[in-house]
Nanobody, 115 residues
Framework: QVQVVESGGGLVQPGGSLRLSCAAS????????MAWYRQAPGKQRELVAS???????HYGDSVQGRFTISRDNAKNTVSLQMNSLKPEDTAVYYC?????????WGQGTQVTVSS
């Protein structure tokens, strides 16, 4: 069993920045595929960014160039740096750990972009 815990959400003005963090338990963290998803009210959950190993990253089209995903395998953590935030980035953000074919989710953290 892998426990996933997010932190760092909140309220930010348009154009601002926010950093989300996620801690995942378990050994062999470096082998996990880690990802951030988000779900806005009335919409399906969508992939924001993923990272495999140390530097193999993938981003959703809507966040490309604004968000950066990174991980620290020594600390079992993954982060999402979000810059140039827009109101449409408002959603609950979920951290996901994919470990040997099994998916584990955090409880989610709310990000609200509003003036």
């Amino acid at each position: 069993q892998v426990q996933v815990v997010e932190s760092g959400g909140g309220l930010v003005q348009p154009g601002g920045s926010l950093r989300l963090s996620c801690a995942a338990s378990g050994s062999l963290f470096s082998a996990y595929v880690m990802a951030w998803y988000r779900q806005a009210p009335g919409k399906q959950r969508e992939l924001v960014a993923s990272i495999i190993g140390g530097s193999n990253t993938h981003y959703g089209d809507s966040v490309q160039g604004r968000f950066t995903i990174s991980r620290d395998n020594a600390k079992n953590t993954v982060s999402l740096q979000m810059n140039s935030l827009k109101p449409e980035d408002t959603a609950v953000y979920y951290c996901n750990a994919l470990r040997f074919g099994i998916s584990y989710w955090g409880q989610g953290t709310q990000v609200t972009v509003s003036s």
